[in-house]
């Protein structure tokens, strides 16, 4: 009980003391910054009482944010006394209108009135009684009829025209580019992938005020730099930080080493002809016909980032033939040429049924024609299975390009199941054939429905005997 009291006398004790040192904290905050020395009132000898002429606020320096508003008094000792304001370049401010202007009433003191400040603000600025002395301020004589304050602007840190992804040359020294706005200037430090980089005596990284030098670039430079901004000042102190990501400029080259170098289609059909590369800045991509650009209405090229695909509905044989890729940067470039011959057209399925009904699937009974006369080659893969529930079917006015798709290949196995359906459920299906020329006719479109759920299942007895023993002791 003894040690709990002292315990308690001791914690308070510290708190008393720490709410007095927070309280002087507190009042040396008031009125402003104080920091810097200004040359503020300087009240001549002659005069010890009240000077003439008095700011308020009255502290030497006066540190704001861009944007902040402030206001400052000149007030006279003597009413009748005629005041006015100089900024920081000597010039008289008598405007009464404006983002930094003057306010004047009949009897109350002068006031000089800041309405978003700017960086251009920043500077002493000089409250004097206005008599036949004009334009002759530097007579030391007349200090005793100054007052003047030091106006210090602060600026939020931001970085401007910084590019978020910038890209360098490969095998070549670099900059990553990262332009800090601030007033006071922070320190800049910098992070890869996380991690700082010492900048101090390295012969890869330098540290620029417009950014960060890396000699040497390779790829495995590539990454994400933090440009970190930081600065402590007796008044206040920030930091703010952006991310670059970091990409090396290289000649293109494949995805795939592999691509068929010939494909098959037939009149009738439709093939799609892909062309997949990598490459910084991202290369353009180009198909040729036989040597010409493609035209008529029976293509589309859809454009990626990385790759270029042909997709063409063949309605003619004139569209056989080599194609071209053309891949380019300002790097480098690749070509490749696939060959579309004529292919044979597949037979559709010979049976289309139901084998096994689920909860949330079909197995599918499908079976394949054997195609006479055509290599062994262009027999029949595999088969897509289309599908649509009763209610979408409806939505979509019985329109099958909004059918979920499946495809099957025999060297997966002779199983077609097609999984994550809703229970209780009816769903329309077609079916085709497919072979290296592409797709066989649809099927017609078959009706079937998902099992209803949640029956009893008589192999689980055991388990239910055994949780409700469980429960029931
Ligand atoms: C200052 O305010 C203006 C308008 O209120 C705004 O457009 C501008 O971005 C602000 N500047 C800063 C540095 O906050
Ligand atoms: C303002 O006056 C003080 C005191 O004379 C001086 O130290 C300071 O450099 C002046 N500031 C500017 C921006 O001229
Ligand atoms: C950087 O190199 C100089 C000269 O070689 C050396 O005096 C200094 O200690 C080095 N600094 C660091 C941080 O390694
Ligand atoms: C640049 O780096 C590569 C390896 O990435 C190296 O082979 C080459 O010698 C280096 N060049 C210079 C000038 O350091
Ligand atoms: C692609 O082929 C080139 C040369 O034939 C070989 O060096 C490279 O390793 C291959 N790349 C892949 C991903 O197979
Ligand atoms: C070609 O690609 C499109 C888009 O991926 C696809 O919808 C279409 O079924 C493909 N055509 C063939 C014949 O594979
Ligand atoms: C195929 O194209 C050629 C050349 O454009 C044209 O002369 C021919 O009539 C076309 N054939 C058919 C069946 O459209
Ligand atoms: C198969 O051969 C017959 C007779 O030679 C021919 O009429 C038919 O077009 C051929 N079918 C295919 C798919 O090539
Ligand atoms: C089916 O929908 C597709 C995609 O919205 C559309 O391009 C096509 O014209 C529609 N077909 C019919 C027969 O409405
Ligand atoms: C299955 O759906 C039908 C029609 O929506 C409904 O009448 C029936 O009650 C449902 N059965 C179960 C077990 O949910």
């Given at each position: 009980m003894d040690t709990l009291l002292v315990f308690f006398s001791v914690l308070l004790l510290l708190l008393s003391q720490n709410a007095s040192i927070l309280g002087q904290l507190d009042s040396s905050n008031i009125g402003g910054s104080g920091m810097g020395m200004g040359i503020g009132l300087t009240p001549p000898a002659t005069h010890p009482t009240t000077p003439p002429l008095r700011?308020?606020?009255?502290?030497?320096?006066?540190?704001?944010?861009?944007?902040?508003?402030?206001?400052?008094?000149?007030?006279?000792?003597?009413?009748?006394?005629?005041t006015k304001w100089r900024d920081p370049r000597g010039q008289t401010r008598e405007n009464t209108k404006g983002r930094v202007h003057i306010e004047k009433k009949t009897?109350?003191?002068?006031?000089?009135?800041?309405?978003?400040?700017?960086?251009?603000?920043?500077?002493?600025?000089?409250?004097?009684?206005?008599?036949?002395?004009?334009?002759?301020?530097?007579?030391?004589?007349?200090?005793?009829?100054?007052?003047?304050?030091?106006?210090?602007?602060?600026?939020?840190?931001?970085f401007g025209k910084t590019e978020q992804v910038q890209s360098v040359r490969e095998g070549r020294d670099a900059l990553v580019n990262c332009f800090?706005?601030?007033?006071?200037?922070?320190?800049?430090?910098?992070?890869?992938?996380?991690?700082?980089?010492?900048?101090?005596?390295?012969?890869?990284h330098n540290r620029l005020s417009n950014g960060l030098y890396i000699r040497n670039v390779?790829?495995?430079?590539?990454?994400?730099?933090?440009?970190?901004?930081?600065?402590?000042?007796?008044?206040?102190?920030?930091?703010?930080?952006?991310?670059?990501?970091?990409?090396?400029?290289?000649?293109?080259?494949?995805?795939?080493?592999?691509?068929l170098p010939v494909q098959y289609a037939y009149v009738g059909g439709a093939v799609n002809l892909s062309c997949d590369a990598m490459g910084e800045p991202p290369p353009s991509f180009t198909w040729l016909h036989n040597g010409k650009g493609i035209v008529g209405f029976n293509h589309r090229i859809f454009v990626a980032d990385y790759g270029a695909t042909l997709q063409l509905q063949v309605k003619n044989a004139t569209q056989f033939g080599d194609y071209k890729c053309k891949v380019a940067n300002p790097l480098g470039m690749l070509e490749r040429v696939i060959k579309l011959r004529p292919g044979a057209k597949p037979w559709g399925p010979?049976?289309?049924?139901?084998?096994?009904?689920?909860?949330?699937?079909?197995?599918?009974?499908?079976?394949?024609p054997h195609m006479t006369n055509v290599s062994d080659e262009m027999q029949i893969y595999g088969y897509r299975v289309a599908y649509m529930s009763e209610t979408e079917f409806k939505f979509s006015a019985g329109n099958w390009s909004y059918a979920k798709q499946r495809d099957f290949s025999f060297h997966r196995g002779m199983r077609f199941y097609i999984p994550y359906l809703e229970t209780n459920t009816t769903y329309l299906m077609r079916a085709a054939s497919r072979n290296l020329a592409g797709l066989s006719d649809w099927s017609a479109v078959k009706v079937f429905t998902t099992a209803t759920g949640c029956s009893w299942n008589p192999s689980l007895f055991p388990i239910y005997a055994i949780i409700l023993a469980l429960i029931w002791t």
């Open positions: 700011l308020q606020p009255s502290t030497p320096s006066i540190t704001h944010f861009v944007n902040d508003s402030f206001i400052i008094f000149c007030q006279t000792v003597q009413k009748d006394i005629d009897t109350g003191p002068l006031a000089l009135v800041f309405e978003h400040i700017s960086l251009e603000d920043s500077g002493n600025w000089t409250c004097e009684v206005n008599g036949n002395r004009n334009g002759n301020r530097n007579v030391n004589v007349e200090r005793e009829f100054l007052a003047s304050f030091e106006l210090l602007v602060n600026q939020k840190i931001s800090v706005e601030g007033m006071p200037a922070p320190e800049v430090s910098w992070l890869y992938n996380g991690e700082y980089i010492n900048t101090v005596n390295s012969s890869k390779s790829q495995a430079d590539a990454g994400e730099y933090t440009c970190r901004a930081m600065r402590i000042t007796s008044t206040f102190s920030d930091a703010d930080q952006i991310t670059i990501l970091l990409r090396i400029q290289h000649k293109p080259h494949w995805f795939f080493n592999e691509t010979t049976r289309f049924q139901l084998k096994k009904l689920f909860t949330d699937g079909f197995e599918l009974d499908i079976q394949r």
